[in-house]
T-cell receptor
Framework: NAGVTQTPKFRVLKTGQSMTLLCAQD?????MYWYRQDPGMGLRLIHYSVGEGTTAKGEVPDGYNVSRLKKQNFLLGLESAAPSQTSVYFC?????????????FGEGSRLTVL | EDKVVQSPLSLVVHEGDTVTLNCSYE??????LLWYKQEKKAPTFLFMLTSSGIEKKSGRLSSILDKKELFSILNITATQTGDSAIYLC???????????FGSGTRLLVRP
């Protein structure tokens, strides 16, 4: 039961470097999300996708880009990492559309930008 | 602006105590409210609430929604050390694909 898988789980970057976080889900979910979690701030939505080939901005999109070329994969890119992007990143997916409730989360990717 | 506020931000109790966690919200066109438990890694789903006054229950955990006063509570009775976690509340508006999360309540249950 793979569910939602995120890679890498840990990464340390220097300011200005770029990287991509990969999220893969095997549940045939339409909707996928990238959140970041910082101490005392809960989960904040970065970008989301409501289907293959579509993406939209969330609450805190600046400094990030995303792509959903295949239904099962949702990529989060940092073109030029900044220390403010040090965080734990969670990918999530949902079965149907709105109102279907449960989000399925990956185990998180801890990113440190020095 | 839609928002979800949880209280308290943190709580320390002893095993066997009963705790009540609060979640209030201001959301345009409310659809559902969800509770998640987050231990070391990913949040895991606890409850989804859509109707006022109907209690959802799972073992020692229960939750209820008040759509008039715009809040929900999560109760945990006879707490155990395994209940130690961050509890997240989220609200889903109608016609939206996004959940809005509160900042969470960090619960520590001491032996």
């Amino acid at each position: 039961n793979a569910g939602v898988t995120q890679t890498p789980k840990f990464r340390v970057l220097k300011t200005g470097q770029s990287m991509t976080l990969l999220c893969a889900q095997d549940m045939n979910h339409e909707y996928m999300y990238w959140y970041r979690q910082d101490p005392g701030m809960g989960l904040r939505l970065i970008h989301y996708s409501v289907g293959e080939g579509t993406t939209a901005k969330g609450e805190v999109p600046d400094g990030y880009n995303v792509s959903r070329l295949k239904k099962q994969n949702f990529l989060l890119g940092l073109e030029s990492a900044a220390p403010s992007q040090t965080s734990v990143y969670f990918c999530a997916s949902i079965r149907g559309g709105s109102g279907t409730g449960e989000l399925f989360f990956g185990e998180g990717s801890r990113l440190t930008v020095l | 602006e839609d928002k979800v506020v949880q209280s308290p931000l943190s709580l320390v109790v002893h095993e066997g105590d009963t705790v009540t966690l609060n979640c209030s919200y201001e959301v345009t066109n409310f659809r559902s409210l969800l509770w998640y438990k987050q231990e070391k890694k990913a949040p895991t789903f606890l409850f989804m609430l859509t109707s006022s006054g109907i209690e959802k229950k799972s073992g020692r955990l229960s939750s209820i929604l008040d759509k008039k006063e715009l809040f929900s509570i999560l109760n945990i009775t006879a707490t155990q050390t395994g209940d130690s976690a961050i509890y997240l509340c989220a609200v889903e508006p109608h016609s939206s694909y996004k959940l809005i999360f509160g900042s969470g309540t960090r619960l520590l249950v001491r032996p």
